[in-house]
């Protein structure tokens, strides 16, 4: 079955720098690799995805890149504001049979902005 | 709209005890999912159903049975708690079950099994 591994597992960058979290996965078969945020307290919540069929998706200060020869995809944030600490975490669609859209996840990354 | 709403927010339970976890969904969702969530280990699939009257096994379904009665009701159950099923505990759905779905996450339940 798919693999998740998700490094680094904390993360503290200044205000205002980039923060990059990456992801690899050992399913080559794997078509969607979506990315959650986790605010304290909450539940997770997309933020960006991307489907193998491209290499890079941006939307606003945040981008995700992938290279499905290497099996890995980043998650990349620029101009990083306090708002953005949280806890971060990548998946890979595995499959377990029968239906799609099960989600395998990494262990996660907490990322903290310092003002 | 309330999206995804899960009961209770958390709760201490005795090892042995039998216990519900509730989550309901507005949203008319078709996929409906429980993840368990503890540190270091990241989410994990417990069970899910792709829509109403059907279920299946996720990654660590073991001391869990789910049902799914209606297509916004996806009830948890732990018939007989151990300490290692204190977790973190959250419900998903999703509109479809085709790749990219997105899921939706509802607000978790603390569950600590003494």
């Known amino acids: 079955g798919e693999n998740v591994e998700q490094h680094p597992s904390t993360l503290s960058v200044q205000e205002g720098d980039s923060a990059v979290i990456k992801c690899t996965y050992s399913d080559s078969a794997s078509n969607y690799f979506p990315w959650y945020k986790q605010e304290l307290g909450k539940g997770p919540q997309l933020i960006i995805d991307?489907?193998?069929?491209?290499g890079e998706k941006k939307d606003q200060r945040i981008a995700v890149t992938l290279n499905k020869t290497a099996k890995h995809f980043s998650l990349h944030i620029t101009e990083t504001q306090p708002e953005d600490s949280a806890v971060y975490f990548c998946?890979?669609?595995?499959?377990?049979?029968?239906?799609?859209?099960?989600?395998?996840f990494g262990t996660g990354t907490l990322l903290a902005v310092q003002p | 709209i309330a999206g995804i709403t899960q009961a209770p927010t958390s709760q201490i339970l005795a090892a042995g005890r039998r216990m519900t976890l509730r989550c309901t969904q507005d949203m008319r969702h078709n996929a409906m999912y429980w993840y368990r969530q503890d540190l270091g280990l990241g989410l994990r699939l417990i069970h899910y159903?792709?829509?109403?009257?059907?279920?299946g096994k996720g990654e660590v379904p073991d001391g869990y049975s789910v049902s799914r009665a209606n297509t916004d009701d996806f009830p948890l159950t732990l018939a007989s708690a151990v300490p290692s099923q204190t977790s973190v505990y959250f419900c998903?759905?999703?509109?479809?079950?085709?790749?990219?779905?997105?899921?939706?996450f509802g607000p978790g339940t603390r569950l600590t099994v003494l």
């Open positions: 991307i489907r193998s069929n491209v």
């Open positions: 998946a890979a669609l595995g499959g377990y049979g029968g239906a799609t859209n099960k989600l395998i």
């Open positions: 159903s792709n829509t109403a009257g059907t279920t």
């Open positions: 998903a759905s999703s509109a479809g079950t085709g790749t990219g779905n997105e899921q939706f």
